[in-house]
């Protein structure tokens, strides 16, 4: 009898030990039904991502709140150092291909999820990664102001066509 728990016991922990191997399949898909205010956040970093690719700083200053945090694979830093980073080259955000969008607002806060494949120039090197993007906007004044911007590296294969660099 014993040796049938203890077996049974085995077994249950190998099982449980298997699944916890296994990471999160749950990921984000586009609605289909936005509101105004969700579907002005979704052009906006739309925008953003077009004005990272031009090295647009002017713009992307302005959109950017003073106290805006950025948060990569190899760190974080606040508006300036990002805005340095964009301007010098240190990261080249050189395209998005976007294929989810979702945007949930509580108050005059929304939180934006991108999955993406991020073509970017590093160091002078072309990478390619898949992201799940946080975007966070507060509205002050009428205007979406971008608070903090984290890029959260996918398991998933990368579905960009390398051509496409």
Do not use: C
Request: charged share 20%; proline share 3%; glycine share 6%.
């Amino acid at each position: 009898m014993k040796t049938k728990i203890l077996g049974l016991f085995l077994l249950t922990m190998i099982m449980q030990s298997s699944y916890a191997q296994q990471p999160p399949s749950e990921t984000i898909t586009t609605s289909t039904t936005n509101t105004p205010q969700q579907q002005e956040v979704i052009n906006l970093s739309k925008q953003k991502w077009q004005w990272m690719a031009d090295k647009n700083v002017d713009s992307l200053n302005a959109l950017f709140d003073d106290k805006a945090m950025f948060i990569h694979m190899g760190g974080s830093w606040g508006k300036a150092q990002e805005l340095t980073t964009i301007k010098s080259g240190g990261i080249w955000y050189k395209k998005a291909e976007v294929y989810a969008v979702v945007v949930n607002i509580f108050g005059n806060t929304a939180i934006l999820l991108n999955d993406i494949d991020l073509v970017a120039e590093v160091g002078g090197n072309t990478v390619t990664n898949p992201f799940m993007v946080t975007e966070v906007y507060i509205k002050e004044n009428g205007k979406w102001k971008m608070g903090s911007l984290t890029f959260s590296h996918l398991l998933r294969p990368v579905k960009m066509k390398q051509a496409d660099n």
